[in-house]
T-cell receptor, first 118, second 112 residues
Framework: GAVVSQHPSWVICKSGTSVKIECRSL??????MFWYRQFPKQSLMLMAT?????????EQGVEKDKFLINHASLTLSTLTVTSAHPEDSSFYIC??????????????FGSGTRLTVV | GENVEQHPSTLSVQEGDSAVIKCTYS??????FPWYKQELGKRPQLIID???NVGEKKDQRIAVTLNKTAKHFSLHITETQPEDSAVYFC???WGYGNKLVFGAGTILRVKS
């Protein structure tokens, strides 16, 4: 499968500040990347689909102005949590798939970023 | 959109017994169904997957079955061991856009 690097692995920030999380595809040109959020003892919830060279597609209930996604190249997508608040504290994970719509390729996940807002 | 339901939420078994986790999905166009094991603070690890053109797949102690008509798929772990204790998630690739939607997860505890 593809190799995905996510950085940072953990971050602590003050309430009101912004935090940027990077997701890199190291061996594959990913036109699409996915961003998930996972609260403690809960499942992975898809936040948005990051599309290279165009606007991200956000899931219902996810504020696009708060969670800024930039996919400026085929190997890098960034998620910026703006004006972070304690309720944004969560585990954020990116994912890519080699496959196109309807294909049989699986998904590779980044190592995740533990965000704590104090 | 796709909706995936997973049961049970917790499952305790004795070492050596079998464990079964079940999921249902809503989108009949879904064509890929992976199962992940996740340890605390780690990324999900794929343990087995199945495509929609297959009814069953097995890998040593782990098997997955798929009933497309009923939109059900299940994970079977035989001869469970303490190291199988973890959270398990099923998922389904939504037919539109390659999105992968996860079930709520099952905490599996294997008692020795």
């Amino acid at each position: 499968g593809a190799v995905v690097s996510q950085h940072p692995s953990w971050v602590i920030c003050k309430s009101g500040t912004s935090v940027k999380i990077e997701c890199r595809s190291l061996d594959f040109q990913a036109t699409t990347m996915f961003w998930y959020r996972q609260f403690p003892k809960q499942s992975l919830m898809l936040m948005a689909t990051s599309n290279e060279g165009s606007k991200a597609t956000y899931e219902q209930g996810v504020e696009k102005d708060k969670f800024l996604i930039n996919h400026a190249s085929l190997t890098l997508s960034t998620l910026t949590v703006t004006s972070a608040h304690p309720e944004d504290s969560s585990f954020y994970i990116c994912s890519i798939t080699r496959g196109r719509k309807g294909s049989n390729y699986g998904y590779t996940f980044g190592s995740g970023t533990r965000l704590t807002v104090v | 959109g796709e909706n995936v339901e997973q049961h049970p939420s917790t499952l305790s078994v004795q070492e050596g017994d079998s464990a079964v986790i079940k999921c249902t999905y809503s989108d009949s166009a879904s064509n890929y169904f992976p199962w992940y094991k996740q340890e605390l603070g780690k990324r999900p690890q794929l343990i087995i997957d199945i495509r929609s053109n297959v009814g069953e797949k097995k890998d040593q102690r782990i098997a997955v079955t798929l009933n497309k008509t009923a939109k059900h798929f299940s994970l079977h772990i035989t001869e469970t061991q303490p190291e199988d204790s973890a959270v398990y998630f099923c998922a389904a690739r939504w037919g539109y856009g390659n999105k992968l939607v996860f079930g709520a997860g099952t905490i599996l505890r294997v008692k020795s």
